[in-house]
């Protein structure tokens, strides 16, 4: 097995592990609603993808809502 010939530094290894950060994420504004949002997703905020609706975001009340017909059926 090889094996590393000598032990690197404190400083060696902290200086590699500057590289590890993390970037802030790049969100653009959605030209539905104009809140920030991810590119190429859709947006969390009206459900909007190339101008079209996409997907329904339900409320928490509507969330709720159903939750509690779903006990009633059951
Ligand atoms: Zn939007």
């Not at 790049?26 to 101008?51: D, E, F, N, T, V």
Request: proline share 7%; hydrophobic share 20%; charged share 40%.
């Amino acid at each position: 097995m090889p094996n590393p010939k000598r032990r690197h530094s404190k400083a060696r290894g902290r200086l590699r592990r500057t590289f590890y950060k993390l970037e802030p994420l790049q969100l653009g504004k959605c030209p539905q609603c104009g809140k920030a949002k991810m590119s190429h997703r859709i947006c969390p905020h009206c459900g909007y993808y190339k101008g079209k609706q996409v997907v329904v975001i339900k409320t928490v009340d509507e969330k709720q809502k159903e939750r509690e017909k779903k006990r009633t059926k059951t």
